[in-house]
């Protein structure tokens, strides 16, 4: 019997599927602009100011929206931005999606 081919990967799709759930991409943190204004900011600010409360020298991989984007008045507000590691990161927008629901 033959076997059913691979699935394709539709990068372009705003919807991914992963297991049971569904997540809407943000289409705002896929341009180019935000690319490079986050990277930008990155680089102003190499250590994640959550882990540097608690002494630790944690590099940052994420610019945070402190105030979630879909809130906040304007998106590229730079006092709203705060560099986060994956870990803070993850669990501030876990905290957010119950909270912001």
């Known amino acids: ?19 049971i759930a ?9 341009t180019a602009a935000w690319k490079r204004a986050s990277a930008e900011f ?8 959550e882990c540097e409360k608690i002494g630790k020298l944690e590099p940052s991989k994420v610019t945070d929206h402190n105030i979630p984007k879909d809130v906040c008045a304007d998106p590229w507000d ?20 119950k909270h912001f629901k």
């Not at 019997?1 to 297991?19: A, D, E, I, Q, S």
């Not at 569904?22 to 896929?30: K, L, Q, V």
């Not at 990155?42 to 100011?49: D, Q, R, S, Y």
């Not at 730079?78 to 999606?97: E, F, M, T, V």
Request: proline fraction near 12%; charge should be positive; hydrophobic fraction near 25%.
């Open 42 to 49: 990155i680089t102003e600010h190499p250590l994640c100011c």
């Open 78 to 97: 730079r006092d709203n931005w705060r560099p986060l590691c994956y870990k803070h990161h993850s669990q501030k927008s876990a905290k957010d999606k």
């Open 1 to 19: 019997m033959p076997n059913r081919p691979p699935r394709l990967k539709r990068p372009w799709l705003t919807v991914v599927k992963t297991g």
């Open 22 to 30: 569904e997540r809407i991409r943000d289409p705002f943190y896929h």
